[in-house]
Every structure is written in structure tokens, then in C-alpha cells.
């Protein structure tokens, strides 16, 4: 395994934000011959890796810093719902030597993509808690051991696996980020305003506490003041219509929002992407703004 490289080393020497990837598996979902199989996109890491290694390409050839492997659903809870003849382990496995196999010599960094156990717009849960602990232990334990650089916990909205995702990186002593998925009025999905979750997770030192796959219209809602002792970052939505597992159209172009995030580039966010909608056009338009900012 080569070294891990650390985002905050990074961050310190590129001396702006960080440009993480877009869109993965709402990129891929339309080749899939299979859409209803509990592992969404993540399939296709088995029975089609040419794409996913093509679209990691794209995102590094567009100027992202930061790759996310295609494993938001290779979690136990998804794994166990298809009939896979390789072991979960060896799956992440697969799915992350995928990343690092296009990355190659190239200076960026891996995130392990470990999302919610079950659809991350699901508001009642049909898992137990034994369950989701065990989901998370298992995948993040797979991710790391893989060779990924930190764990990204994308699109929580429940504090319980909140909670469980931060103890047990903590406990292993693993880099991760978490991002949250919030409603229209900043809530998580659980009830919990987005400042009193962002007050428990810092708790736990991560790198950074991210927002994602959120419109540009709820997070411009936030009272970004509010973020300056901690270190920050945000990929928003970049569909069109009801924001759902379903087939994803864009629904921002990418001048446009890279424009938008002009807006927040004062509030000194460690990485900047784009979520569901978007592809590694978007990721080019956010380094044409960067280059033109940060270019003294």
C-alpha cells in the first residue's frame, strides 16, 4: 500500500480550496442494466470497472484534488441484499483499487465514499441499531484497509448513525469528513438542527464537517458565521426536480454554479465539489473560478 497523504497537508499547500470530485453514481446509474439492485451504481465496480475508471479520468482530467471511490453502496446492508460471489471485504477492495488505479502518479487524494447504511432520504429506518453499527464497522474497516486516504461519510441525516460514525472512526483513529443532508429549514432528517449536530461531531476532530446534496437555495440559508472555528466544505445538488435515487438530469449548469460558489469563498471552505446532477464539467468550472481567484 503506498503512503496515505494527509488533506490538511494538501489544503496547506495548495493555499485555496480543495476540489473534490462530482457526481459518481448518478453519473453512472444510466448504464446500468440492473436499476433496482441494492447496490445502485456500485455494481458496476464488478460487472463494468472500464466506466467507473473512465469517470474517476474525467474528474482528475477536469482538476479535481480529491477522487470519491464508487462504494456509496457497497456497504454490508447492500451487499447482503445481492447475490455477490465475492466476499463484502473483497468488494470494497475491488472498488477502491479502482481509484487508486486511476490516480496513478497523479498528486490526489482517495475518499472513501461510506454513506447511510440504508437510502439516504429515508426518514424511518428498517434496520436495527446491532444492524447499523455493524454496517458501518465493517465498511469504514474495509475502506481504510483498502488504502483510501480518510473516509468520507456522505449524506447522514440520522444522528443515531451520526453518533456511530464518529465513535468509531475516532475509536480506529481514521481521518474522516462527515457530510450532512439537511432540510429545507436545517435540520437533519432526525429533527436535530444542523448547529447542535455540528456542535457533537466536532467533538471528534474530523477534518471537516461537510454539507451535500443539498439545492443552492437551502444552503444558502445557513449562517456560514457561524462555521468559523471549524474547517468546512459542501458539494450541493446539482439536479433537476425532487431530489431522489432515481434517474438524476442536471439541472445547474456549471457557469452557474460556479458563480454560486464565488458567494462563499470568503468563509474559507476546505474543499468545494458538486453532488447529483453534475459531472466533471462542473469540476472544470470550479477550477476555471479558482484558478481566477486564487491565481495572486
Same mark, same amino acid.
Given at each position: 500500500?503506498?503512503?496515505?497523504?494527509?488533506?490538511?497537508?494538501?489544503?496547506?499547500?495548495?493555499?485555496?480550496?480543495?476540489?473534490?470530485?462530482?457526481?459518481?453514481?448518478?453519473?453512472?446509474?444510466?448504464?446500468?442494466?440492473?436499476?433496482?439492485? *441494492?447496490?445502485?451504481?456500485?455494481?458496476?465496480?464488478? *460487472?463494468?470497472?472500464?466506466?467507473?475508471?473512465?469517470?474517476?479520468?474525467?474528474?482528475?482530467?477536469?482538476?479535481?484534488? @480529491?477522487?470519491?471511490?464508487?462504494?456509496?453502496?457497497?456497504?454490508?446492508?447492500?451487499?447482503?441484499?445481492?447475490?455477490?460471489?465475492?466476499? %463484502?471485504?473483497?468488494?470494497?477492495?475491488?472498488?477502491?483499487?479502482?481509484?487508486?488505479?486511476?490516480?496513478?502518479?497523479?498528486?490526489?487524494?482517495?475518499?472513501?465514499?461510506?454513506?447511510?447504511?440504508?437510502? #439516504? $432520504?429515508?426518514?424511518?429506518?428498517?434496520?436495527?441499531?446491532?444492524?447499523?453499527?455493524? %454496517?458501518?464497522?465493517?465498511?469504514?474497516? $474495509?475502506?481504510?484497509?483498502?488504502?483510501?486516504?480518510?473516509?468520507? %461519510?456522505?449524506?447522514?441525516?440520522?444522528?443515531?448513525? @451520526?453518533?456511530?460514525?464518529?465513535?468509531? #472512526?475516532?475509536?480506529?483513529?481514521?481521518?474522516?469528513?462527515?457530510?450532512?443532508?439537511?432540510?429545507?429549514?436545517?435540520?437533519?432528517?432526525?429533527?436535530?438542527?444542523?448547529?447542535?449536530?455540528?456542535?457533537?461531531?466536532?467533538?471528534?476532530?474530523? +477534518?471537516?464537517?461537510?454539507?451535500?446534496?443539498?439545492?443552492?437555495?437551502?444552503?444558502?440559508?445557513?449562517?456560514?458565521?457561524?462555521?468559523?472555528? @471549524?474547517?468546512?466544505?459542501?458539494?450541493?445538488?446539482?439536479?433537476?426536480?425532487?431530489?431522489?435515487?432515481?434517474?438524476?438530469?442536471?439541472?445547474?449548469?456549471?457557469?452557474?454554479?460556479?458563480?454560486?460558489?464565488?458567494? $462563499?469563498?470568503?468563509?474559507?471552505?476546505?474543499? +468545494?465539489?458538486?453532488?447529483?446532477?453534475?459531472?466533471?464539467?462542473?469540476?472544470?468550472?470550479?477550477?476555471?473560478?479558482?484558478?481566477?481567484?486564487?491565481?495572486?
Amino acid at each position: 500500500m503506498s503512503e496515505r497523504k494527509s488533506i490538511l497537508e494538501f489544503y496547506k499547500s495548495k493555499n485555496r480550496p480543495l476540489i473534490l470530485d462530482g457526481a459518481i453514481g448518478s453519473n453512472l446509474q444510466n448504464i446500468l442494466s440492473d436499476k433496482n439492485n *441494492s447496490m445502485w451504481s456500485s455494481s458496476l465496480n464488478i *460487472s463494468d470497472p472500464a466506466k467507473v475508471i473512465e469517470l474517476h479520468s474525467k474528474y482528475i482530467n477536469a482538476g479535481a484534488n @480529491i477522487i470519491t471511490t464508487n462504494t456509496f453502496r457497497t456497504n454490508p446492508t447492500a451487499y447482503h441484499g445481492e447475490q455477490i460471489t465475492i466476499s %463484502n471485504a473483497e468488494l470494497v477492495k475491488k472498488s477502491v483499487r479502482l481509484a487508486i488505479q486511476t490516480r496513478g502518479e497523479n498528486n490526489i487524494l482517495i475518499a472513501g465514499s461510506n454513506a447511510p447504511a440504508e437510502d #439516504c $432520504y429515508q426518514i424511518k429506518r428498517t434496520i436495527s441499531h446491532n444492524e447499523l453499527y455493524f %454496517n458501518h464497522l465493517h465498511h469504514i474497516e $474495509y475502506l481504510w484497509r483498502a488504502g483510501v486516504d480518510f473516509i468520507l %461519510n456522505e449524506t447522514f441525516s440520522h444522528f443515531d448513525e @451520526i453518533k456511530i460514525v464518529c465513535e468509531l #472512526c475516532d475509536q480506529q483513529n481514521i481521518p474522516f469528513i462527515l457530510s450532512l443532508y439537511l432540510t429545507d429549514d436545517l435540520h437533519i432528517l432526525s429533527g436535530e438542527l444542523l448547529y447542535d449536530v455540528i456542535e457533537y461531531i466536532n467533538q471528534f476532530s474530523p +477534518i471537516a464537517i461537510g454539507i451535500n446534496c443539498i439545492s443552492p437555495a437551502t444552503f444558502h440559508k445557513i449562517e456560514f458565521d457561524k462555521f468559523h472555528a @471549524i474547517k468546512w466544505g459542501f458539494y450541493l445538488n446539482c439536479g433537476s426536480g425532487k431530489v431522489t435515487d432515481e434517474i438524476i438530469e442536471c439541472g445547474i449548469p456549471p457557469k452557474e454554479y460556479s458563480t454560486f460558489i464565488r458567494n $462563499y469563498l470568503q468563509y474559507k471552505p476546505l474543499f +468545494i465539489g458538486s453532488c447529483c446532477g453534475s459531472s466533471p464539467t462542473h469540476t472544470a468550472a470550479i477550477k476555471e473560478t479558482f484558478d481566477e481567484v486564487y491565481r495572486n
